[in-house]
């Protein structure tokens, strides 16, 4: 079975984005950039609801040739492009960069992904998430807590039927100030 890992940049008080889907809070830094860019190398497939897909699909394609693009933004930009990816969505006409699409039944597609062989999964996108959060699909939560409230947002955990109990794996903080942090679920 596979393991299924739901990480992404989060706000002190939980959010992933500010309302307005304003992302302008994170702290973008070449530790932060390595740090995703090693949880990508470490990943066989990755996971995209709708919403988020457009926002990475927007930026990572072409970021490694913008001007001033740093090493490791370089090499987050390559790796994003040449993994395995899966979108969520019932709008999107279509997608790229070795990419499918998937409009059917969500969790039951993640619930049959998790089923088969091969490597770790990431999961990236609220709501996408979310749907896997209450189904008990998540193995893994992973945390990039930037030192900033916004009030609002787009929430990182989604309310649950249940509670899900954890068990802490990692917790360091980044020069920049972000602190990571992993956990695992108990089951």
Do not use: H
Request: charged fraction near 20%.
């Amino acid at each position: 079975m596979r393991k299924l890992i739901y990480g992404m940049n989060v706000t002190l008080d939980g959010y992933t984005a500010a309302p307005g889907d304003d992302i302008g809070w994170s702290v973008p830094s070449d530790e932060l950039f390595r740090f995703w860019s090693d949880q990508l190398q470490a990943t066989e497939l990755s996971l995209y609801g709708r919403k988020l897909w457009r926002t990475m699909s927007s930026y990572w394609p072409t970021a490694d040739r913008q001007p001033g693009a740093t090493p490791a933004e370089t090499e987050i930009a390559r790796r994003w492009r040449d993994m395995p990816k899966a979108v969520f969505s019932s709008t999107i006409g279509e997608v790229d960069w070795n990419t499918r699409l998937v409009t059917g039944d969500a969790v039951a597609e993640i619930t049959r992904l998790k089923a088969g062989d091969g490597g770790p999964m990431d999961i990236a996108g609220a709501t996408l998430a979310g749907a896997a959060m209450r189904a008990g699909l998540i193995d893994e939560y992973v945390l990039a807590t930037a030192p900033v409230l916004v009030g609002g947002g787009t929430p990182f955990f989604t309310a649950l039927d249940s509670w899900v109990n954890l068990n802490p794996v990692e917790t360091r903080t980044l020069p920049c100030g972000v602190v990571l942090t992993r956990y695992e679920t108990r089951r």
